[in-house]
Nanobody
Framework: QVQLVESGGGVVQPGGSLRLSCAAS????????MGWYRQAPGKEREFVAH???????EFADSVKGRFTISGDNAKNTVYLEMNSLNAADTAVYYCNANKIRSGSFVTHWGQGTQVAVSS
């Protein structure tokens, strides 16, 4: 069973930065795609960023230019570097990982880490 453990959340002032980590229980190279999603209070979970096994990345328009996603194969960890944070970034952030298994697209989720942007 794949396990994803997020860390790095917390309270930060507007304009500040945080780095989230997602540690996987197996090599991140075994996933075709990993990423981050977030869910703000009263809202649906939304896409934030993906990193693909070939190194490509993609971002939601709301975070482009402010967030970066990267992976450390040796540590089986994916990071989300968040800069210029504002109140709209307040949410629970979830790590996501996808595999192709027996022809099916399988999704795994972490338990989430809270990010609060507040003065």
């Amino acid at each position: 069973q794949v396990q994803l453990v997020e860390s790095g959340g917390g309270v930060v002032q507007p304009g500040g930065s945080l780095r989230l980590s997602c540690a996987a229980s197996e090599s991140i190279l075994s996933f075709v795609r990993m990423g981050w999603y977030r869910q703000a209070p009263g809202k649906e979970r939304e896409f934030v960023a993906h990193i693909f096994s070939d190194g490509r990345t993609e971002f939601a328009d709301s975070v482009k230019g402010r967030f970066t996603i990267s992976g450390d194969n040796a540590k089986n960890t994916v990071y989300l570097e968040m800069n210029s944070l504002n109140a709209a970034d307040t949410a629970v952030y979830y790590c996501n990982a996808n595999k192709i298994r027996s022809g099916s697209f399988v999704t795994h989720w972490g338990q989430g880490t809270q990010v609060a942007v507040s003065s």
